[in-house]
């Protein structure tokens, strides 16, 4: 039945894809509206988050599911949803540096979700709903919110992603938790026994200050570009 169809998770996510995609185009094709009904865009984007973090978080505590050492926010995504949660109510402009480019992992989610392809069937509406919001934040804070990305933020966000993975290293260790996926690496596990933590923070944030500094040249190119045709 067409109603069972289109709770298939795989078409759920190619809905969510095709979502991201047409939001992202609506945030640079249509600024008039975007610009009029802002306040309600921020409101809708709290609702939203309030849920997401009530349904992830809230609910299983009064469960004998809730587990200290995995369902707490020690994820990159997860926490970048709690900063922009309270970003979407205060508008503290300080936090844009971190949304615009620690934020913009969430379109990870998008190319990679959680895993392989097949982990499609069991991603959630929290997932979704972070991610999306997520993904399209940084084209907002830069067309509606005036901000202009820096090359001492790319500096500044990968040495804050490098000293929380680094600081939990120990504390996954203390907790027996795997938290900002360090500890369950199984290939860094096999080439690099004992430190495999320890490789993989390493390398991870090494590769997002690539990414990130890709991304502020991309963005500031395709400003200037913008700028020449106005």
Same mark, same amino acid.
């Given at each position: 039945m067409i109603y069972f169809d289109f709770l298939n998770p795989y078409l759920i996510y190619m809905f969510f894809v095709l979502l991201t995609a047409l939001t992202i185009y609506t945030i640079f094709y249509k600024r008039e509206f975007i610009a009029k009904h802002k306040k309600t865009i921020f409101l809708i984007a709290t609702i939203l988050l309030?849920?997401?973090? /009530?349904?992830?978080?809230?609910? !299983?505590?009064?469960?004998?599911? $809730?587990?200290?050492?995995?369902?707490? @926010?020690?994820?990159m995504c997860r926490l970048s949803s709690l900063v922009l949660l309270y970003y979407v109510i205060t508008k503290d402009k300080r936090l844009e540096p971190f949304l615009f480019f620690w934020g913009a992992t969430g379109i990870a989610g998008i190319?990679?979700?959680?895993?392989?392809i097949a982990n499609v069937?069991?991603?959630?509406?929290?997932?979704?709903?972070?991610?999306?919001?997520?993904t399209?934040?940084?084209?907002?804070?830069?067309?509606?919110?005036?901000?202009?990305?820096? /090359?001492?933020?790319?500096?500044? !966000?990968?040495?804050?992603?490098? $000293?929380i993975l680094y600081?939990?290293? @120990?504390?996954?260790?203390?907790?027996?938790?795997?938290?900002?996926?360090?500890?369950?690496?199984?290939?860094f596990a096999i080439l690099f026994p004992g430190?495999?933590?320890f490789i993989f923070a390493t390398v991870h944030y090494v590769i997002a200050g690539f990414f990130f500094s890709l991304y502020y040249i991309f963005v500031k190119v395709s400003d200037e570009k913008a700028v020449q045709y106005l």
């Open positions: 309030l849920w997401s973090q /009530f349904a992830r978080y809230f609910g !299983i505590m009064f469960t004998t599911d $809730f587990d200290v050492t995995r369902n707490l @926010p020690f994820y190319i990679y979700p959680n895993g392989p069937a069991n991603l959630t509406e929290t997932f979704y709903i972070d991610h999306f919001l997520l399209i934040t940084p084209f907002f804070l830069i067309v509606y919110q005036g901000y202009k990305p820096r /090359f001492s933020d790319v500096l500044k !966000i990968t040495g804050l992603m490098a $000293f600081s939990f290293i @120990p504390i996954n260790h203390w907790m027996g938790a795997d938290y900002f996926y360090l500890s369950d690496q199984s290939i430190q495999s933590s």
